[in-house]
Antibody
């Protein structure tokens, strides 16, 4: 079964850091570009970041550029999102997502990040 | 950035109705348009990619059309399980922006 499982969410104070992980299984992870997408409570979907299969091409949304870093470890079938300088507006459910190039065809269940003092 | 605007923002319909949701891009995105369905507390699900291609396993009552700027998602005969929020997304150029969503409710 093709599966993505996120972990690492939680409660963090403003200005703090958190590292999200996504474990992939059931497919050849090393051949797929991946994305992170988030959804604030009661709001719509926001695309955050893209990484290609070899980590050679990376993109970010302006809202997280300079604060968030996407990375992957193909040997461990894992995707990561390092989040620094967190703000209240970063509170959301964060989804790991497989992006074969035409759309996001596999989503994780999401991990919740709450930024609050 | 490319802005994606969906209409309507919400819609009430009955089982068996034909429903159309529209998505407009702020500039041409060729056919790089995807549609997702999201139910409360769940991750989104890909329905349509490349404007009109049905994702594997998605019922044929869902269809997509359009190119350039204007796109539509049509559900030919609403089923009870179709009541959800629908999002369009452009994958033409980063940031891969989403529309604001269309909430489809039971009349």
């Amino acid at each position: 079964e093709v599966q993505l499982v996120e972990s690492g969410g939680g409660l963090v104070q403003p200005g703090g850091s958190l590292r999200l992980s996504c474990a992939a299984s059931g497919f050849t992870f090393s051949t797929y570009p991946m994305n992170w997408v988030r959804q604030a409570p009661g709001k719509g979907l926001e695309w955050l970041s893209y990484i290609d299969s070899s980590s050679s091409t990376i993109y970010y949304a302006d809202s997280v550029k300079g604060r968030f870093t996407i990375s992957r470890d193909n040997a461990k079938n894992s995707l990561f999102l390092q989040m620094n300088s967190l703000r209240a507006e970063d509170t959301a459910v964060y989804y790991c997502a497989r992006f074969p190039g035409y759309g996001i065809d596999v989503w994780g269940q999401g991990t919740t990040v709450t930024v609050s003092s | 950035d490319i802005q994606m605007t969906q209409s309507p923002s919400s819609l009430s319909a009955s089982v068996g109705d034909r429903v159309t949701i529209t998505c407009r891009a702020s500039q041409s995105i060729s056919s790089y348009l995807n549609w997702y369905q999201q139910k409360p507390g769940k991750a989104p699900k890909l329905l349509i990619y490349a404007a009109s291609s049905l994702q594997s396993g998605v019922p044929s009552r869902f269809s997509g059309s359009g190119s350039g700027i204007d796109f539509t998602l049509t559900i030919s005969s609403l089923q009870p399980e179709d009541f959800a929020t629908y999002y369009c997304q452009q994958s033409y150029i980063t940031p891969y922006t989403f529309g604001q969503g269309t909430k489809l409710e039971i009349k």
